[in-house]
């Protein structure tokens, strides 16, 4: 729940500071101002709660973001004064999409968050929402699955995109590269069938090994890309995803270079390509 320091007083549970648009070695993040003991200790995943007024704990997308482990040093900007701090833990909470930064409380920041375990949340949410800014952490978890969804979405598009393109380019240079072949095959009577099946099978094999040789090096890419906005690993699971979708591109893609295929010898002028 955000809002009010009076009204965040009044709501039970663990209280916390929040300053937003501060910089964390340069880079505007947001900081939750928390106590020695707290409940998001069991959400990290590297080293320790904090324990002294100059430690820190991240979560794992600024930690990505920034190359930081647990023992290193951090320069935070805060209420326009440096300060330095070191890393003694590593969050996987779903704040700012992972990039958030808990200190220790300080007096200048009042108690602006409270965060309380429940049952009925959505229940708290009716109760609480008419002068409190709540939601759950489901809440949280769906709108970064959602964001999630969107990039891959996005990537994978990207991928599909240059995936038509190098089709078209590949069946333009295979025909011109042979116009004479086939204007000779046409000329001796050989049928566009049997044309269009020869073409099928040499371009197949080198089009399937190609697309599963970019497969790892696009995840890879699309990984680092997803990293510019939020923590994203793909994997195998993300393999294992595409290859159903490559193979239903495989069987779209053997109809249309026959059909491309097709109405490029039909239109073939013989005799000029034979004089070319």
Do not use: C
Not at 75 to 99: A, C, H, N, P, T
Not at 128 to 134: A, D, H, T
Request: charged share 25%; aromatic share 10%.
């Amino acid at each position: 729940m955000w809002g009010d320091p009076s009204k965040i007083a009044q709501v039970p549970g663990e209280k916390a500071g929040y300053l937003s648009g501060q910089k964390v070695n340069g880079m505007t993040t947001e900081i939750y101002f928390f106590d020695y003991e707290s409940i998001f200790e069991k959400t990290l995943i590297a080293g320790r709660w904090f324990g002294k007024e100059d430690e820190a704990v991240i979560e794992k997308g600024l930690a990505r973001k920034l190359g930081l482990k647990v023992g290193d040093t951090i320069k935070v900007q805060l209420l326009g004064e440096e300060r330095e701090y070191r890393v003694v833990g590593i969050s996987d909470m779903y704040f700012y999409d992972f990039k958030a930064v808990f200190l220790p409380k300080i007096n200048a920041v009042p108690d602006r968050v409270a965060f309380l375990n429940a049952e009925n949340p959505e229940e708290l949410k009716e109760e609480y929402g008419l002068g409190l800014k709540v939601h759950t952490i489901d809440d949280s978890r769906r709108q970064t699955e959602n964001n999630l969804m969107l990039f891959k979405a996005a990537v994978y598009g990207v991928i599909g995109i240059i995936f038509l393109i190098s089709l078209f380019a590949l069946i333009y240079l295979e025909i011109e590269g042979n116009e004479k072949v086939y204007a000779t095959l046409k000329a001796v009577g050989i049928p566009n069938s049997h044309i269009w099946r020869e073409f099928l099978k040499k371009v197949m094999p080198s089009l399937v090994i190609s697309s599963l040789l970019a497969l790892p090096i696009s995840l890879k890419l699309g990984e680092h890309i997803g990293n510019l906005v939020l923590p994203v690993e793909l994997g195998m699971g993300d393999l294992v995803k595409v290859v159903p979708l490559l193979l239903v591109l495989y069987f779209l893609y053997g109809v249309f270079i026959v059909l491309l295929t097709e109405r490029a010898l039909n239109r073939l002028d013989v005799v000029k390509a034979l004089r070319s």
